[in-house]
T-cell receptor, first 114, second 114 residues
Framework: AQTVTQSQPEMSVQEAETVTLSCTYDTSESDYYLFWYKQPPSRQMILVIRQEAYKQQNATENRFSVNFQKAAKSFSLKISDSQLGDAAMYFCAYRPIYQGQFYFGTGTSLTVIP | KAGVTQTPRYLIKTRGQQVTLSCSPISGHRSVSWYQQTPGQGLQFLFEYFSETQRNKGNFPGRFSGRQFSNSRSEMNVSTLELGDSALYLC?????????????FGPGTRLTVT
């Protein structure tokens, strides 16, 4: 079964500090994509960052970076210099390379403290 | 370019009724997926349509159905509504099924079943 687990339902971080959100997944596939999506209170889900499983180099997008450990099936998101606008629900997602279906974790609610 | 739009944004129905939700993908996008989002279960995949054909289906009862039209717009229907169907229903579109992996979400339809 392909599952995505986010073990931290809630996290908080001081503004300008760094926070790491955890995600693990279970799959027997060797090729797949991993994603972090952000869902602010307005509810529009937006893509934060993506990682191709065949790439060893960790993806980075400005203040957002991932730590992808393929053998451990771990995919954590690091947010540096946290801003108030980063407050949202964050979802980790997985998609097998030859399928259209995405599998999502249950989400981590991030609070940014001024 | 306009984003993914969903109508209506909010809906209140009574148990036993049926409901139809609509999704208009980004212009040029041919793949549309539907998700049910609840606080306890996170996002659960309902189904994916591509070129008017259902390509993937999640683990939901037959009361949940959908279709896609030639202009890629999609509708989702839930018959014989149950209280547990109360959720945020999200639609997401992509250009194609497997060539690109970025998925764009709509704002969702909040369905409340009383």
């Amino acid at each position: 079964a392909q599952t995505v687990t986010q073990s931290q339902p809630e996290m908080s971080v001081q503004e300008a500090e760094t926070v790491t959100l955890s995600c693990t997944y279970d799959t027997s596939e060797s090729d797949y994509y991993l994603f972090w999506y952000k869902q602010p209170p307005s509810r529009q889900m937006i893509l934060v960052i993506r990682q191709e499983a065949y790439k060893q180099q960790n993806a980075t997008e400005n203040r957002f970076s991932v730590n992808f450990q393929k053998a451990a099936k771990s995919f954590s998101l690091k947010i540096s210099d946290s801003q108030l606008g980063d407050a949202a629900m964050y979802f980790c997602a997985y998609r097998p390379i030859y399928q259209g279906q995405f599998y999502f974790g249950t989400g981590t609610s991030l609070t940014v403290i001024p | 370019k306009a984003g993914v739009t969903q109508t209506p944004r909010y809906l209140i129905k009574t148990r036993g009724q049926q409901v139809t939700l609509s999704c208009s993908p980004i212009s040029g996008h041919r793949s549309v997926s539907w998700y049910q989002q609840t606080p306890g279960q996170g996002l659960q995949f309902l189904f994916e349509y591509f070129s008017e054909t259902q390509r993937n289906k999640g683990n939901f009862p037959g009361r949940f159905s959908g279709r896609q039209f030639s202009n890629s717009r999609s509708e989702m229907n839930v018959s014989t509504l149950e209280l547990g169907d109360s959720a945020l229903y999200l639609c997401a579109s992509r250009i194609q099924r497997s060539q690109t992996y970025e998925q764009y979400f709509g704002p969702g339809t909040r369905l409340t079943v009383t």
